[in-house]
């Protein structure tokens, strides 16, 4: 089985990390994976993107066309890459950041979380992409959420940055997922 998903925010929003959390934890499960990243000028402010695909088999290209999950940080990732969602894909949105009455396509699954919200008011402002991914793992059982937390753990721990703040948004993330 193949997933393709796209995080895509702000620079400076944690998205490259998002993605290399999702490769890394499909790794850990043993599939193949890609992670391609797009930011070049788009870096610190602009939008900024990944491609990650996870299967059970060899991928012939890294370039994600057909998302079954589009993990959005701001309004412009939504208007960017929306319509490459597949129908019945879904489209994992951080409502702290988009207009409040914003339409969204009928044929796929809208997942609302107030991750911003929910990172500032943890006391954690750069945890918003962990209670997105905490929304990703609960809105698609793609991965267990016990599992993702600890290799979110696992991930900031090799880097020196192990913050225990980022369970609280995980676990905030994924409650909030409806």
Do not use: H
């Not at 290209?61 to 412009?76: G, I």
């Not at 490459?84 to 796929?108: A, C, H, P, T």
């Not at 793992?137 to 192990?162: C, H, S």
């Amino acid at each position: 089985m193949l997933t393709e998903i796209i995080c895509a925010g702000f620079g400076g929003q944690g998205v490259l990390v998002t993605g290399m959390i999702l490769a890394t934890a499909g790794m850990k499960q043993g599939k193949t994976i890609t992670w391609y990243p797009s930011y070049g000028s788009e870096m610190r402010g602009g939008t900024a993107n990944c491609n990650v695909k996870i299967s059970d088999e060899e991928i012939a290209s890294p370039y994600a066309k057909k998302l079954d999950v589009l993990l959005t940080l701001n309004e412009a990732s939504i208007e960017k890459f929306e319509r490459m969602v597949k129908s019945g894909g879904v489209l994992l949105v951080n409502s702290s950041m988009v207009k409040e009455g914003r339409l969204f396509r009928d044929d796929i699954r809208v997942i609302k979380v107030a991750a911003s919200d929910i990172a500032n008011e943890l006391e954690n402002p750069r945890g918003t992409n962990i209670a997105m991914l905490g929304a990703l793992a609960k809105a698609t059982g793609l991965f267990e959420a016990d599992f993702l937390r600890e290799t979110i753990d696992d991930y900031f721990g090799q880097r020196g940055k192990i913050n225990p703040k980022n369970a609280l948004c995980f676990d905030e993330g994924f409650e909030s997922a409806q």
